[in-house]
Antibody, heavy 121, light 110 residues
């Protein structure tokens, strides 16, 4: 059974930093692209970042570019999100998401339960 | 403002068929596949439809997806109370080099 468990969420002040972690199990972690997707309270889903299996392909959403850094440690089945210069609008539930992609298909097939980040002034 | 456009709400009575639309552009839906996600209240999203019209194992055949040009649709037939949830479409955007979501549609079963 695929499991994704996030940790590292919490409350931080504007301008502060936080590092989210996600441990995956039940699948061969280093075979898959991983993503972070967030959801502000009462709002919709927003894709944040992706990293492919060998760190060769890394992308960010415009709202976090230059402030967030995604990374992974395949030896520990772990995904990370370093969040710097945090803003009020970064307040959200951050989901760790497993991707599935091939030449013809690409989608998010499993989601963690999320880590809550609250940024206050 | 989401890159993909969905109606904010939809509703139907048990047994009815409802359709949720998702409108995009040539850089996303027009050139890439569309996936749909269901988010039940208080839970993480779940993959509902992949690659425009493919149902993952375990998803009832009451759910179906389609795509035409720069738009996609999710249809739910034989509506049931447990279908009450938020539904999101998503696609890769070649111009943004990132994934884009619709704003979500809240489905109410009357």
């Amino acid at each position: 059974e695929v499991q994704l468990v996030e940790s590292g969420g919490g409350a931080v002040q504007v301008g502060g930093s936080l590092r989210l972690s996600c441990v995956g199990s039940g699948f061969t972690f280093d075979d898959y692209t991983m993503h972070w997707v967030r959801q502000a309270p009462g709002k919709g889903l927003e894709w944040v970042s992706l990293i492919n299996w060998d760190n060769d392909r890394i992308y960010y959403g415009d709202s976090v570019k230059g402030r967030f850094t995604i990374s992974r440690d395949n030896s520990k089945n772990s995904l990370f999100l370093q969040m710097n210069s945090l803003r009020i609008e970064d307040t959200a539930l951050y989901y760790c998401v497993k991707g599935y992609s091939s030449l013809t298909v690409d989608y998010f097939d499993f989601w963690g339960q999320g880590a809550l980040v609250i940024v206050s002034s | 403002q989401s890159v993909l456009t969905q109606p904010p709400s939809a509703s139907g009575t048990p047994g009815q068929r409802v359709t949720i639309s998702c409108s995009g552009a040539s850089s996303n839906i027009g050139g890439n596949t569309v996936n749909w996600y269901q988010q039940l209240p208080g839970t993480a999203p779940k993959l509902l439809i992949s690659s425009n019209d493919h149902r993952p194992s375990g998803v009832p055949d009451r759910f179906s997806g389609s795509k035409s040009g720069t738009s996609a649709s999710l249809a739910i037939s034989g509506l049931q109370s447990e279908d009450e949830a938020d539904y999101y479409c998503a696609s890769w955007d070649d111009g943004l080099n990132g994934w884009v979501f619709g704003g979500g549609t809240k489905l109410t079963v009357l």
